[in-house]
């Protein structure tokens, strides 16, 4: 059975940082891209941040960010723990979101998500 747990969210005030991390289990957690989505009150679920599985060559995976997520946050992996990280600094009130795990490999057809974790962004 795959689950994605999420953990890391709380209260922040504008400026400040937090950690997401996400683990996995039951499933090839290298072969995944793995990923953050957010998702705030009323509106759409929305990329964060992914990175790609290690390609053939090797090396990190590529990372891909939205534009608000861009030199803010960074998103990292480790295989080994079979965990997702999202590290965020400089928090503003418009990244109050629900934030979510999403694993997904378009080599096998399987997508998975997390059950979320509440950020919120308040002085």
């Known amino acids: 059975q795959v689950q994605l747990v999420e953990s890391g969210g709380g209260l922040v005030q504008p400026g400040e940082s937090l950690r997401l991390s996400c683990v996995a289990a039951g499933l090839a957690f290298r072969i995944y891209t793995v990923g953050w989505y957010r998702q705030a009150p009323g509106k759409e679920r929305e990329l964060v941040a992914r990175?790609?599985?290690?390609?053939?060559?090797?090396?990190?995976?590529?990372?891909d960010y939205a534009d608000f997520a861009r030199g803010r946050f960074d998103i990292a992996r480790d295989n080994a723990k079979k965990t997702v990280y999202l590290q965020m600094n400089n928090l503003r009130p418009e990244d109050t979101a629900v934030y979510f795990c999403?694993?997904?490999?378009?080599?096998?057809?399987?997508?998975?998500w997390g059950q979320g974790t509440q950020v919120t962004v308040s002085s």
């Open positions: 990175i790609t599985s290690r390609g053939v060559t090797g090396g990190t995976g590529n990372t």
């Open positions: 999403n694993v997904k490999s378009s080599q096998i057809g399987k997508e998975y």
